[in-house]
């Protein structure tokens, strides 16, 4: 008790909100949804029905007093119960949510951009991208946000330039940011409520040590960010700052957390 | 005979490429194809099969010495076989390509952005996006481009900023302009082929002309832009020129072709 | 004394500041520097011998505890002097750094953009751009800036597209942009800090509403963002969040802030 | 003569312009100029009357049949003389202009950018920027050249991202951007005329090697670009394209030429 008084800035006091994709500890997910409740916040948590097998989420239910709602994103009448029933659970509306889901078929089962199965790659949309869209529709159609509500998706620069194993995940965060601008302007104009999406520094965790060459990448990323590169934590408190009421204005951005890598183009140590 | 040799530059003289998108002497691509022959190319034509009932195609096919190959681009064979009749028309590998396909269910069918239906959704991107990325695929895989060929995609500027009947669109236009940096990537290095899209101002099409409030969009889009919008016929010139020899190095890119819409904050005929 | 300890967040307590730029209570600079005191720090305030002799900075000084050193930002000899007196202030280095500072002299002269006198341009880069950069440089000469510690410099959109009465002042804020990037990214490789620029709606202030037809273009800009124009209050509560520890790998960004304004192609309003 | 008439495409018949920068045959100038008469264009060439005493300019001033107007495009007295001395030349208005112009006083002297001297930035700002304000604005209030014309500017891409030995001249390019989108907008409204600049792949000129550790970095760029780094020649082909009739609504625009390095994350050969 006396430490979460002096290490909390109450930056969430009363809020209330749903934060997705806390696999495990290594989740920078499971990192938002400790440092909002020890801002202040009430939360609940939700993962596929799947990763939740796998996963270690109980745990941290406990730790955060939260309830666990699982929720296959792909399918929209989940959704739309996740969304009643966290409404049933905070007594009304709520004030953020953290939307942290993304997985590529085609990636992970080995096949290249250039010999896409697109059954697949619908799926890794409907998955990674369509699904924020769709947990922000719920949120809109049943007013469950208050006003100046915040919402925040995590993507990666490969929207904006290629990385060449990133592949069809790069249209998944092109999709996902341009929702987030897009939901951002009917949202604002209807609720007041803000989206954005923060393009973190690739992260070693469970979903991201998936990708081919990741090691290499992330070393390569760490010489590039004058920083180096932003890790869970850190961004966890970038999420903070964003569900707070101290950036109250700032919606339809995506917003890069990443040390610098995307404005250094090139830095001394990658050039030696 | 006389008169094309006065207006050609024989910019395209000895190439070769496939336009999709010729709907009828509105569209775009009709343009394309128009002064692609006038510039010295051999041209196959293609679009849905159900496009072709309601267009004027053969019209065009006669007037530019090119056949028309049908192809349900939402359908991998189809445009395999796209692709192998026409390498088997012009003999051999072709040198550029035009993708000039679009269209939204929800914007058609009056569904908002706020209330998607996401079968629809996924069905859009195919149309819009992913056929895209099929065309290219096929033809990398067939090995079916000389080098330093160029591949072209149109879009619109709804892919950066929210315009608000645009709907889903903007995500289409957000994974086409994706496609074109990554099989950029990937096409650049195997074979010196450049991938990028025009962004186009919004132009009074048979296609275009479907999207709600699209007159005063015209007029706004008019007034904002310091050259004013630029039509089909400027937009097809400057296609020209992507495909000529004289830009082979430029690649990867989303070359704005709009009177200046694109980075005018405001103009003084909107202001006032 | 009771209503402090409700309203804070203590965002920045033990955090030492410079700030620049605050005239009078309708500066962003202003509100900034009340912001930060409530939020725990000890501030400097700087601004031009002249503005001071206008405005009401004593009674800020006051206010907020702080002392007040005057500098001509133009003379890099008082700026160096800005810093020894802030360090012999504070009893060391300090922690964050506020630029806040534009003039333009071909504006305020009623010279338009296509008339430009080029010495006034020198000038008016040298005020609102180039004291960025000295400020910086003294700095990080002095090794004065703690690790990890934040430099903001407050900018507008102009920097990125034409708002034609903007004139010669969408050059100084591309060239202060283009700092904040360049020293970002020396400055983070030698002591972690960063410098982050933050594009600001359009303004009421007292240096604000010298610009000819701003009042047509405050109601414009407001039409436009989904949230309404971000007010000074707002942005100096973003200002705190830049400050904090909750942004530390935020870095060579530009931060908008601004209601929705630079994704918003077009609203409804004003296509009305 | 008749391989004149074999290589040319006429794309600048009868057109009229003035080409800057051509200091000896490694320039893109230069090749702009010879590229220039090919297509049919009358030019005159200009330069700093001391860059003309180290230049090889009049062997080019003879082969393209043009002639020599100095300027020190500092001094805006000779900028308004060189419009003057080409109106009169060309016996009235002309179509284009290349501003191919930039040193860096801090950098030519080894001073770092973190250690500026302030008087030699306000010069490389007056030499690589201004210049092209000044050469604009000259013409514009001349009523120099023709509807429709088109006038280039040479950039480089740490106007947007850093490149730490490029020192202030990422200043002086984000200012050259600016004065293209600005002068666009007013230049387009008043006689259709466009505006913008051409971001090249650092390019092995006289001018371009005098950077430290650029022949690193022309390899670096090389390896992360999917089609290599462009050549002056290849540069020179896209100017042409950009004088010429085929991209008459493209202003305004900041236009990558580089081989795709602009938008690679990071590419296979560099992460190895």
Redesign the interface.
Same mark, same amino acid.
């Given at each position: 008790m006396r430490k979460q008084i002096i290490m909390s &800035?109450? +930056?969430l006091k009363r809020k209330k909100g749903i934060i997705s994709g806390a696999l495990d500890s290594n989740s920078i997910a499971w990192k938002v949804a400790e440092k909002c409740v020890e801002q202040g916040a009430e939360i609940v948590l939700t993962n596929a029905p799947i990763a939740m097998r796998m996963g270690e989420i109980n745990n941290l239910a406990e730790k955060t007093n939260a309830i666990i709602v699982p929720c296959d994103v792909t399918d &929209?009448d989940q959704v739309l119960e996740l969304v009643d029933k966290s409404m049933e659970h905070f007594g009304g509306k709520f004030d953020f949510m953290l939307h942290s889901i993304g997985m590529s078929l085609n990636v992970r089962k080995g096949r290249p951009?250039?010999?896409?199965k @697109?059954d697949w790659? !619908?799926k890794t949309?409907?998955i990674s991208?369509?699904s924020f !869209? $769709?947990m922000i529709?719920a949120c @809109?159609?049943k007013d469950a946000i208050n006003d100046w509500g915040s919402i925040l998706g995590l993507t990666y620069?490969?929207?904006?330039?290629?990385?060449?194993d990133y #592949?069809e995940m790069? =249209?998944s965060k092109?999709?996902l =940011? #341009?929702?987030a601008?897009?939901?951002?302007? !009917?949202y604002?104009?209807k609720n007041?409520v803000?989206v954005n999406t923060i393009s973190q520094?690739p992260t070693v965790t469970t979903a991201g040590s998936g990708v081919k060459?990741f090691d290499?990448?992330i070393s390569?990323a760490e010489k590039m960010s004058? +920083?180096g590169n932003?890790d869970a934590e850190?961004?966890a408190?970038?999420c903070? #700052?964003m569900f707070?009421?101290?950036? $109250? *204005?700032?919606? *339809?951005?995506n +917003?890069? !957390?990443?040390?610098?890598f #995307?404005?250094?183009?090139?830095? &001394?140590e990658? +050039?030696?």
């Open positions: &800035n109450n +930056l &929209n951009y250039t010999d896409l @697109y790659t !619908h949309y409907d991208a369509l !869209h $769709k529709q @809109y159609q620069i490969a929207a904006q330039r290629v990385f060449p #592949s790069s =249209e092109a999709i =940011e #341009s929702i601008r897009n939901f951002g302007y !009917h604002g104009k007041k803000r520094s060459g290499d990448f390569y004058p +920083l932003a850190a961004c408190d970038y903070i #700052s707070s009421d101290f950036t $109250k *204005m700032v919606t *339809m951005q +917003l890069f !957390h990443d040390g610098g #995307s404005f250094t183009g090139v830095s &001394n990658v +050039l030696r």
